[in-house]
């Protein structure tokens, strides 16, 4: 498969904290190969908020473990691309070595999207915070527990001076989210991936959860990827937003931009899913027609062909097209059609 693009944003002069060219990470099965992420290329900005959509299962997760070099192996490996981080390419290190475990957590830090399942049940709060600390910033374990109960507080967890001696199972799981939260902005990292973060949350904590770590990016001057399946979540808080769909990513744009004129029929069919407030009272959500392709020995073409409701000819004959940028303007897509023609639009 040719090499994706680079997509470039001419808007504004900005510092890439993170490129990642062409990423290949395969999963071999017995029921053959997953090409879970299949030439994926994008960059993250210092200190903007970036949104990473799609289905379940279309590669958002993995592509972000990646970069973490968090792919188990077997049967997970990451077979070709590049991740560039402060000059370096991450996959020149080995993933246990000692430069990759000091950029995991140190410089590039994760929320994972079930913290019940990411805190450990055996150690307090405060130890699994102090280790970090210890760890990447040398601190005393004195100075560690008081910086800890300080990013407690600055989360919202109430009491932090005597909750910090709690386990995880004392904490609700909006708690425990703002746990994980503290724990990946206490080495002051350049980059946070925040993996479905407010994943079954009620809307209330959901929002403030997603306010906290929009004032944290400021207050940390840190860049933040949110990575989620509904558009919905990433509309009031990110810049970009990147859009996948079968291991590739299909349209990249400006949040203004996509939310304004989307492209690709897939995310025309994602936001037709998301209730909106400028819509009439009583408009319908349309599900997406079908189900997700099955990522193993996939067709050449456009693995959403099957669900399109656009689909020409020459989406039949021709591969899977790479990204190409849409009138000149910060908008990337990978499809042969454009949507608003065939409805008689501009």
């Given amino acids: 498969m040719s090499r994706e693009p680079q997509v ?48 379940s299962g279309c590669g958002k997760s993995v592509s972000q473990l990646s970069v973490m070099q968090l792919i188990p192996t077997p049967p997970g490996k990451i077979v070709d691309g590049k991740i560039m981080f402060e000059g370096q390419n991450l996959l020149e290190f ?20 079930e913290p019940m399942s ?11 915070m102090t280790e970090m600390l210890e760890l990447h910033l040398h601190m005393k374990r004195r100075v560690a527990r008081k910086r800890s109960i300080e990013l407690l507080k600055l989360v919202g967890i109430p009491d932090a001076e005597s909750r910090i001696d709690e386990y995880s199972h004392q904490f609700s799981g909006g708690m425990r989210q ?24 009620d809307v209330t904590t959901q929002a403030q959860l997603l306010e ?12 933040l990827v949110i990575v989620t399946h509904n558009l919905g979540v990433v509309a009031r808080y990110a810049q ?23 492209r690709h029929p897939y995310t025309i069919g994602l936001l037709k899913c998301v ?14 027609a079908g189900m997700p392709p099955n ?23 021709e591969p899977w097209p790479g990204l190409r940028p849409v009138d000149g303007c910060e908008h990337y897509v990978s499809c042969y059609v454009n949507p608003y023609e065939q409805q008689g639009g501009g």
């Fill in 8 to 55: 470039h944003w001419s808007g504004e002069s900005m510092v890439p904290v993170l490129t990642v060219e062409n990423l290949k990470t395969y999963f071999r099965t017995e029921h053959g190969l997953v090409k879970a992420v299949d030439g994926v290329s994008y960059h993250i900005d210092e200190n903007e908020i970036v949104g990473l959509v799609g289905e």
């Fill in 94 to 113: 080995g993933a246990n070595g000692p430069h990759m475990r000091s950029i995991r957590g140190g410089k590039i830090a994760m929320v994972f999207q």
């Fill in 118 to 128: 990411s805190l450990n049940p055996v150690l307090t709060i405060g130890r699994q």
């Fill in 178 to 201: 703002r746990v994980m939260i503290a724990m990946a902005l206490s080495c002051n990292p350049r980059m946070v991936i925040a993996d479905e973060p407010t994943t079954a949350l």
């Fill in 212 to 223: 906290l770590m929009k004032e944290m990016v400021t207050h940390f001057n840190t860049s």
């Fill in 240 to 262: 970009r937003i990147y859009v996948m769909y079968a291991g590739r990513i299909v349209e990249a744009a400006t949040c203004k931009e996509l939310f304004a004129l989307p």
């Fill in 275 to 288: 209730p909106r407030l400028d819509e009439p009272p009583g408009r319908q959500l349309v599900p997406i």
């Fill in 295 to 317: 990522l193993v020995d996939m067709a050449p073409n456009c693995a959403f062909l099957p669900r399109c409701a656009y689909r020409i000819d020459r989406c039949e004959r």
